[in-house]
């Protein structure tokens, strides 16, 4: 292990442990004709991640002097953040449609996986989601 792998590890236990909370982590299959639902083949698992919901509210009507006729849309980002170094191989990631729950949070609100995950420039997975059940 080089020292910046050392040092990033350190770094990473400490993030997780002050901003993380337990997340449950849902495989997903989808059929090409069917709605799928759980993935047999891998399992679930909980550990700790960064889960942060901007809850930017954008105006349909753009704002507009006079545009009494728009509805408030909720568009800010959902991201989860996830340590690489909790899963084996790249085979292992989390994958778009998996699903991940918040088990720290009132109502334990649901999440899907967006697109595939994306690796920081350090030692994390990003992943982008979309909420699918309100706390």
């Known amino acids: 292990m080089t020292a910046f792998a050392a040092i990033d590890a350190i770094a990473a236990t400490a993030v997780d442990a002050t901003f993380g909370e ?4 849902m495989p997903m299959r989808t059929g090409k004709y069917s709605a799928g639902g759980a993935d047999p083949d891998r399992q679930e698992r909980d550990l700790y991640a960064i889960l942060t919901e901007d809850h930017g509210l954008q105006r349909t009507d753009g704002d507009r002097i006079g545009g009494n006729f728009g509805v408030n849309l909720e568009a800010g980002p959902i991201r989860v953040s996830l340590p690489k170094a909790a899963f084996a191989s790249r085979a292992d990631w989390p994958r778009e449609k998996d ?3 918040a088990l720290d949070r009132e109502g334990q609100p649901i999440y899907e996986i967006a697109r595939d995950p994306l690796p920081d420039n350090a030692s994390r997975l990003v992943l982008h989601c979309t909420r699918l059940k309100k706390a």
């Open 22 to 25: 337990l997340v449950r982590i």
């Open 99 to 101: 699903r991940i729950q």
